[in-house]
């Protein structure tokens, strides 16, 4: 069964701290590897998108890498800023039919 | 970068009334569109998959005749909850699939949501 679990389920940081946040994943075959932002009653945006070939991809104070052997992946936020609380989505597509499977999200919450 | 657009973000329906969602794609094609349901502090959880001139493809659990979808277009797939209970009260969000020769690097576009409150 394809699952994506995420680590931690929350996690409170200090505004200016770095973080990062896990994704492991059983699903296959692989196709992409995609972390998303979601605000509290919002969609999600996405931040990143990875393939199988891809270890490593930035948006801004954004990282995410890819082990595609182990697979895992991590998304590292810098700098954390407040406007950064949200809820961060790891989503795991499958082949050429596309099959999302997503994570459960890490509630991220960044204080002053 | 892509947007979809998502109306209404905020509906209060009465029991037993339809409530109808779009879903646009404001300046891409999207051949396939999906619908989620997500309740509180739960991850998105997929309902269908709306492709462009065929029938949906949904997923186990989920009754097409409750849940009506309707893709009549390369930009608009419609959602619509039929005979709506409270117990139908979640957030929906769609999202819609950018046509592209490469589906490794397909990008999927969310739209803001839908509040649905059935009282």
């Known amino acids: 069964k394809n699952q994506v679990e995420q680590s931690p389920q929350s996690l409170i940081i200090l505004e200016g701290k770095n973080c990062t946040l896990q994704c492991n994943y059983t699903v296959s075959p692989f196709s992409n590897l995609r972390w998303y932002k979601q605000d509290t009653g919002r969609g999600p945006v996405s931040l990143t998108i990875m393939t199988f070939s891809e270890n490593t991809k930035s948006n801004g104070r954004y990282t995410a890498t890819l082990d595609a052997d182990t697979k895992q992946s991590s998304l590292h936020i810098t700098a954390s800023q407040l406007s950064d609380s949200a809820s961060y989505i790891c989503?795991?597509?499958?082949?050429?039919?596309?099959?999302?499977?997503f994570g459960t999200g890490t509630k991220l919450q960044v204080i002053p | 970068g892509a947007v979809v657009s998502q109306h209404p973000s905020r509906v209060i329906c009465k029991s037993g009334t339809s409530v109808k969602i779009e879903c646009r794609s404001l300046d891409f094609q999207a051949t396939t569109m999906f619908w989620y349901r997500q309740f509180p502090k739960q991850s998105l959880m997929l309902m269908a998959t709306?492709?462009?001139?065929?029938?949906?493809?949904?997923e186990q659990g989920v009754e097409k005749d409750k849940f009506l979808i309707n893709h009549a277009s390369l930009t608009l797939s419609t959602l619509t909850v039929t005979s709506a209970h409270p117990e139908d009260s979640s957030f929906y969000i769609c999202?819609?699939?950018?046509?592209?020769?490469?589906?490794?690097?397909?990008?999927?576009?969310f739209g803001q949501g839908t509040r649905l409150t059935v009282v």
């Open positions: 709306s492709n462009e001139g065929s029938k949906a493809t949904y």
């Open positions: 999202s819609a699939r950018e046509d592209d020769y490469d589906n490794r690097r397909a990008e999927a576009f």
């Open positions: 989503v795991v597509s499958a082949g050429g039919y596309q099959k999302v499977t």
